[in-house]
């Protein structure tokens, strides 16, 4: 069992930049592989990125690579999202998850654990 907690959504203004951050703690959390998807009120939720269990490779959704950073900090059983130039369409609640299989999961269904979300509003 891994238990997950996300901190740092907020309200911001579009172009700002936000980072959030996913806690872990039960099972080595080094051994998963981890990502983080979002939710907007009204849509299914979507991938934005994850990153593989040792955090030598990393995938993005298009529609946010060269804005977010996806990052971990094994040794303190910590994951990041940095995001940069924010636009209105990034708002939605946004959620940490790991994987016990797959080397770079992108699908929602290859998640085993999930977090409670934060929410992330942009405004414009």
């Known amino acids: 069992q891994v238990h997950l907690v996300e901190s740092g959504g907020g309200l911001v203004q579009a172009g700002d930049s936000l980072r959030l951050s996913c806690a872990a703690s039960g099972r080595t959390f080094s051994r998963y592989a981890a990502g983080w998807f979002r939710q907007a009120p009204g849509k299914e939720r979507e991938f934005v990125a994850a990153i593989m269990s040792n955090g030598g490779l990393k995938s993005y959704a298009d529609s946010v690579r060269g804005r977010f950073t996806i990052s971990r900090d094994n040794a303190k059983n910590t994951m990041a999202l940095q995001m940069n130039s924010l636009k209105p369409e990034d708002t939605g609640v946004y959620y940490c998850?790991?994987?016990?299989?797959?080397?770079?999961?992108?699908?929602?269904?290859?998640?085993?654990?999930w977090g409670q979300g934060t929410q992330v509003t942009v405004s414009s």
């Open positions: 998850a790991a994987a016990a299989s797959g080397l770079l999961p992108v699908g929602r269904h290859q998640y085993d654990y």
